[in-house]
């Protein structure tokens, strides 16, 4: 069982930089494959970032490619989104999600288990 719950999200202008964050709780974080996900309202909840468990191996969004990007820190049991260059259209909730694995391609809501609350990601034009 693993609990997560993100942080750092908020109101940026379009060009700005947020970090999020998502702590989760548990011994085995280090055998979690991590993703991040966002829902803009109306629209379906869509991929935009993952890590393997020891953090060689990251895939993106083509959306996001070039501007974000997604580390984690085992020790600390985290993971993290940096979000540069933002846009209007990142606006979202945004949320951490977690398989258990070491690797793999996985860019589909249902192939995660786990799932935080979701941090709210405003960017202003």
């Known amino acids: 069982q693993v609990q997560l719950v993100e942080s750092g999200g908020g109101l940026v202008q379009a060009g700005g930089s947020l970090r999020l964050s998502c702590a989760a709780s548990g011994r085995t974080f280090s055998s979690y494959v991590m993703g991040w996900f966002r ?40 993971v993290y989104l940096q979000m540069n260059s933002l846009k209007p259209e990142d606006t979202a909730v ?13 860019s589909r809501s249902w192939e995660y288990d786990y799932w935080g609350q979701g941090t709210q990601v405003t960017v202003s034009s």
Request: aromatic share 14%; net charge positive.
């Open 39 to 78: 829902q803009a309202p109306g629209k379906e909840r869509e991929f935009v970032a993952l890590i393997s468990s020891a953090g060689v191996n990251t895939a993106y969004a083509d959306s996001v490619k070039g501007r974000f990007s997604i580390s984690r820190d085992n020790a600390k049991n985290t």
């Open 94 to 106: 945004y949320y951490c999600a977690a398989r258990p694995g070491y690797s793999g391609t996985y």
